[in-house]
């Protein structure tokens, strides 16, 4: 499997465009019997592709069988590295992850795609709308609201806990790119945390962000 590696000073980002179903991709994931079982329970074709295909990735990085499990709040651990932070994304047309020793960790990938211009009041607060609507071209608003939405998604998987993303996320104002950083704080509690997003446009049409925070 070809895949492309990005390293960020003690975070390694993996992602791969999907393939199809076939007999490659089911010998690459290595399915134990109750992996195959909870597969088989999909009802969506492309769901079955994205899951096979994270854990085709990951046996692909490791040379070996990867079982992932998951916390009791819903993040994913490797069952045979334990040490290790993993995040996981999938958009229709690419799988990613990202893994680290040192930081807890949040990936994104999404289409850059105009739908986010339907929902963008679900998930933007006042000072983000003003930023959005002083761009002057569509395609810019789809791209910030991409870049916003991968954001707040990535913080969701670190945090881990219920996240209201109007009120208690803010992505402040950035530079857009085609690929670039910005600044994410997360208010909750009366507690405030700051994360640096860094994205990527990969393959002209999709958002690939991660963002982390030491253990």
Same mark, same amino acid.
Request: aromatic letters at 12%.
């Given at each position: 499997m070809f895949?492309?590696?990005? +390293? !960020?000073?003690?975070?390694? $980002?993996?992602?791969?465009?999907?393939?199809? &179903?076939?007999?490659?991709l089911y010998e690459q994931a290595n399915l134990s019997p109750e992996e195959s079982t909870l597969l088989n329970s999909f009802s969506s074709d492309l769901r079955k592709i994205e899951w096979l295909q994270v854990r085709a990735l990951l046996n692909e $990085?490791?040379? &070996?069988? #990867?079982?992932?499990? /998951?916390k009791s709040n819903g993040q994913p651990y490797l069952r045979n590295h334990p040490e290790l932070e993993i995040s996981i994304s999938h958009s229709r047309t690419? =799988?990613? =992850?990202?893994?680290?020793?040192?930081?807890? $960790?949040?990936?994104?990938? +999404?289409?850059i795609h105009p739908r986010l211009l339907k929902i963008a009041d679900r998930f933007l607060n006042p000072a983000e709308f003003v930023y959005m609507n002083n761009l002057t071209t569509a395609i810019e608003q789809i791209q910030f609201l991409t870049? #916003?939405?991968?954001?707040?998604?990535?913080? /969701?998987? $670190?945090?881990?806990?219920?996240?209201? /993303? @109007? @009120? !208690?996320?803010? =992505?402040?104002?950035?530079?857009?790119?085609? !690929?670039?950083?910005?600044?994410?704080?997360?208010?909750?509690?009366d507690t405030r945390r700051h994360f640096l997003a860094t994205y990527r446009t990969i393959e002209t049409i999709s958002i690939l962000l991660w963002m982390k925070e030491r253990k």
């Amino acid at each position: 499997m070809f895949y492309h590696k990005i +390293e !960020d000073q003690g975070i390694k $980002i993996f992602w791969t465009s999907l393939e199809s &179903q076939d007999d490659a991709l089911y010998e690459q994931a290595n399915l134990s019997p109750e992996e195959s079982t909870l597969l088989n329970s999909f009802s969506s074709d492309l769901r079955k592709i994205e899951w096979l295909q994270v854990r085709a990735l990951l046996n692909e $990085i490791f040379k &070996q069988k #990867v079982e992932i499990a /998951y916390k009791s709040n819903g993040q994913p651990y490797l069952r045979n590295h334990p040490e290790l932070e993993i995040s996981i994304s999938h958009s229709r047309t690419t =799988v990613a =992850v990202a893994i680290s020793q040192e930081f807890q $960790i949040g990936i994104d990938v +999404e289409l850059i795609h105009p739908r986010l211009l339907k929902i963008a009041d679900r998930f933007l607060n006042p000072a983000e709308f003003v930023y959005m609507n002083n761009l002057t071209t569509a395609i810019e608003q789809i791209q910030f609201l991409t870049i #916003v939405w991968s954001a707040k998604e990535a913080l /969701y998987k $670190i945090v881990g806990t219920d996240v209201d /993303y @109007k @009120k !208690d996320v803010r =992505v402040k104002e950035f530079l857009l790119d085609e !690929d670039g950083t910005a600044i994410v704080e997360f208010f909750k509690n009366d507690t405030r945390r700051h994360f640096l997003a860094t994205y990527r446009t990969i393959e002209t049409i999709s958002i690939l962000l991660w963002m982390k925070e030491r253990k």
